[in-house]
């Protein structure tokens, strides 16, 4: 039998994880069973923003294992760890960091982008470890020498670096190390934001997966719906509404009636965000059953993480062999 295909994906653990990214977690669940997957919490990524604020750091990675593992992730098929627990990430990106030529990082167009976003909200994230983002991401990824790495569009110039660094190491190295990885897209349909607008920290227009059936009620109450209803009567236009798009991910079977009733002027918007949180509570409680077993046992969640730990460290030991022979240092 050939070995599997290794696969890696990571998000950064900068908060709790929210219903959109629910969606991409249960793709990431649907590629174990096609690759060896390694997923990760990216917390040095973290700090590359967040150097200042670093207080709920350790719970938040905590939570965004919890999170992974009750969105879909089966710990017994997926390697799920930590990226600050295997050093070697670490030293791939100092080994890196020799041959990479300023300018292509400096060029990445998230960087300006980001940038100038923190210096509106008064903040200057200009340091070397912001800088050097794209660069640990490649390393991150080549670390597991994957085919593939899955990600979303706003990700891919950094997969486009990555592709030019392999170039450059076997060129300048002489070697064959890293297959230069292709994106993988998921081709699953994005959610909005609770406000219609892409769904952002800083617009707080999103729902947590640990929020309580109160918090979403809560939440989709607070939902601005088509603004020229006023009364129950008033003919609607879902087309424009938040709360009927979300009706299309949680409540497919409903959506269409829905769509008529708004229109005819026969539902009240009330009794439709009433309908879409009884939807989105059946869909997150099987959730918290799942997060509640892993709160209840944290000697459970750190055995599962020190799995993964150990199964990343075995590959990027090995890589390491690799690169150091390659450089002969
Ligand atoms: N930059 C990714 C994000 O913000 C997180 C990340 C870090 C990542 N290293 C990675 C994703 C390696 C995929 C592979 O979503
Ligand atoms: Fe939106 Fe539903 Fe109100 Fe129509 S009835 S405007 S779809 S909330």
Redesign the pocket.
């Given at each position: 039998m050939t070995e599997k295909q290794r696969m890696l994906s990571g998000m950064r653990p900068t908060g709790r994880l929210h219903l959109g990214h629910q969606r991409v977690i249960a793709k990431w669940a649907e590629l174990s069973d096609l690759y060896e997957c390694y997923f990760f919490t990216a917390d040095w990524h973290a700090i590359t923003t967040q150097f200042d604020d670093t207080g709920s750091l350790r719970e938040n990675k905590r939570q965004v294992v919890i999170d992974y593992i009750s969105a879909g992730l089966d710990p017994t098929k997926v390697h799920i760890f930590h990226q600050s627990d295997v050093k070697e990430h670490a030293e791939l990106h100092l080994l890196f960091s020799m041959i990479t030529p300023l300018s292509w990082l400096e060029r990445v167009p998230t960087y300006k982008g980001q940038l100038a976003a923190f210096k509106e909200k008064g903040k200057d994230i200009a340091t070397y470890g912001f800088l050097g983002y794209p660069l640990l991401m490649a390393s991150d990824i080549l670390m597991y020498r994957p085919v593939g790495v899955p990600v979303g569009t706003d990700q891919m110039p950094h997969v486009e670096f990555c592709r030019e660094l392999v170039r450059r190491f076997h060129h300048l190295y002489e070697c064959e190390i890293f297959p230069e990885p292709a994106p993988i897209f998921s081709n699953i349909e994005i959610l909005p934001g609770l406000d219609n607008r892409k769904m952002s920290k800083s617009y707080d227009n999103f729902i947590n997966l640990s929020a309580t059936s109160a918090e979403v009620k809560e939440k989709v109450w607070q939902m601005v719906?088509?603004p020229s209803?006023i009364r129950k009567t008033d003919p609607?236009h879902?087309d424009i509404?938040a709360?009927?798009a979300y009706q299309g991910f949680f409540n497919k079977e409903e959506q269409a009636e829905?769509c008529q009733n708004?229109r005819a002027g026969s539902?009240?918007?009330g009794e439709?965000?009433k309908r879409l949180t009884e939807k989105i509570n059946a869909f997150l409680d099987p959730m918290r059953e799942k997060r509640a077993q892993l709160e209840a046992d944290p000697a459970l969640l750190d055995d599962i993480i020190a799995t993964g730990n150990a199964a990343a460290r075995r590959v990027a030991c090995e890589t390491m062999e690799l690169v150091r022979d390659a450089i002969r240092i």
């Open positions: 719906t088509d209803r609607g879902p509404c709360v009927y829905i708004c539902i009240g918007c439709c965000k």
